[in-house]
């Protein structure tokens, strides 16, 4: 009986079983088929690149101009003092190619002469040579100033990447920096401070440890002087102390970070300190930054003043008066981490400042604005409050050491904003003109403490004698039509 037959015969008998054959005989050509295409598979990704170059992974060349892109073209730096590590920046080289490039080179074009270093591939050199970049892939180069050498006295600091491409021809970085000379004091040398000063504010002056001002002499710094701090350095005034900025020539006392990453950030150095009966003393249009304790005074019986002065960065309190007698008027508190002032046993008087409780990011507050401070015996807090602002996100921005005590503390309060939760401390008669809304100030996480228009603190002042005095940028705290605004920084129309 022939195969055909036999297959008739099972299929009239059992058509099932014909069935079963059938998918079995399908199911041997699907395997067969599929074994075929993994055997195709094997020979081409296998065995053929041994012999077929098309089928080999592309090879690696050296690029032309068309086939790389930097991320940026000039790298531009913070100002820094000559001789100080510069932050990195990142530079980019991308692989626009389908294929792997190889650099010939990367070089600094100024070499051992260059203001500048890089680190490629976690090494620090002038120059690299044979780097390869995967297809559709990147470089990451940094380069930053470098401090190993004072030559580098230039204000203007240039330097170019060279990146080498294919036949010779090349591609460049432009390095641009400021490098700013400076004054050393390296030790207790008031002497040599008041040469500096004397020979031209321009040249910022560097202290690295405590300086002293003896008792019975005076330190005057000038108009747009800068003195900056190490981390140990300190102002400690025995005799009296007198800054004398202007709106415009501003004096500043900041830790020596210069960088826009690091130059807030607070706690870089230790402060001025107004030693036990010292003074009198005047600060005027001055910037304390990123102190520990901006300033202290202990026992400064005699009356000082601080004009138009911002403090901003500290990292614990602001400003520690002890036992002392400061009139402040037209100063700025913002971004600190612990009270804008604390006060034991002082008499302190507020006039046109503005106290804000706002921070960076990251930086934890730790204290009201105004805490007053258990008293030493035989003292008390007295506080006056005029024209001035005083707002945070606490419920209330003054703290007493005992709140039972509040009534017993002398705290008067003119025409002022205040962030006050609790009961007043004082009757009616010292506690006049006070609003409890939100001070709608410009940009407080930016400095910019200048009132909005919506401000409630517009035209809310007392009109002074003095209402004439100019805020922190210069201008006149009295409007053409009478009215004066609370706060450190008057509001003016924008066009």
Request: contains cysteine; charged residues 20%.
């Amino acid at each position: 009986m022939g195969r055909l037959s036999l297959l008739q015969t099972i299929s009239r008998s059992s058509p099932i079983v014909f069935l079963n054959i059938g998918y079995m005989l399908h199911i041997r050509r699907s395997l067969w088929a599929s074994a075929s295409k993994l055997l195709s598979f094997l020979l081409c990704g296998v065995l053929l690149p041994c012999f077929w170059p098309s089928c080999v992974e592309k090879v690696e060349h050296t690029p032309t101009a068309n086939d790389i892109r930097f991320s940026i073209d000039t790298v531009k730096f913070d100002s820094v003092f000559v001789a100080e590590v510069s932050p990195t920046r990142i530079v980019r080289i991308h692989n626009l190619s389908s294929r792997p490039i190889v650099l010939p080179r990367i070089r600094l074009q100024g070499a051992a002469t260059s203001p500048f270093t890089l680190l490629i591939d976690g090494r620090a050199t002038l120059e690299a040579e044979a780097q390869r970049i995967e297809a559709r892939d990147s470089l990451t180069i940094l380069a930053r100033l470098r401090s190993e050498s004072e030559t580098f006295t230039s204000e203007r600091l240039e330097d170019e990447i060279v990146v080498s491409l294919r036949d010779g021809a090349s591609r460049s970085i432009h390095l641009l920096a400021s490098g700013l000379a400076h004054n050393d004091i390296e030790d207790n040398n008031l002497g040599l401070l008041e040469d500096f000063l004397q020979a031209g504010a321009e040249t910022p002056v560097i202290i690295k440890r405590p300086l002293h001002v003896p008792k019975g002499k005076t330190l005057y710094i000038p108009a747009g002087a800068s003195l900056f701090f190490r981390a140990e350095g300190a102002l400690k005034v025995y005799g009296s102390l007198v800054i004398e900025g202007t709106p415009n020539a501003r004096v500043l006392l900041a830790g020596t970070r210069l960088d826009t990453a690091y130059k807030h950030t607070p706690g870089q150095w230790l402060g001025v300190t107004l030693m036990l009966g010292s003074g009198p003393h005047r600060i005027k249009n001055a910037t304390f930054r990123a102190a520990v304790t901006a300033l202290r005074a202990d026992s400064v019986t005699r009356l000082s003043t601080i004009e138009n002065t911002v403090v901003t960065g500290s990292s614990k309190d602001a400003m520690v008066l002890k036992r002392s007698n400061l009139l402040l008027r037209g100063c700025l508190f913002v971004q600190n981490s612990g009270a804008a002032i604390a006060m034991a046993g002082s008499r302190i008087s507020l006039i046109h400042c503005s106290l804000s409780g706002a921070t960076r990011f990251g930086q934890q507050r730790r204290s009201a604005l105004i805490s007053m401070e258990k008293p030493p015996e035989g003292t008390r807090n007295e506080l006056s409050v005029v024209n001035t602002i005083v707002w945070g996100n606490y419920d209330t921005e003054f703290r007493s050491y005992d709140k039972s005590r509040f009534a017993a503390e002398i705290v008067t309060c003119s025409h002022s904003l205040l962030k006050w939760g609790g009961e007043r401390p004082a009757s009616s008669e010292r506690w006049e003109g006070v609003i409890y809304n939100n001070p709608h100030w410009e940009d407080p996480l930016k400095h910019n403490l200048e009132l909005k228009a919506s401000s409630p603190a517009r035209g809310s002042a007392l009109a002074l004698q003095d209402a004439h005095l100019s805020d922190l940028k210069g201008r006149t705290r009295l409007h053409p039509d009478g009215t004066v605004d609370m706060g450190a920084l008057v509001w003016r129309k924008t066009e």
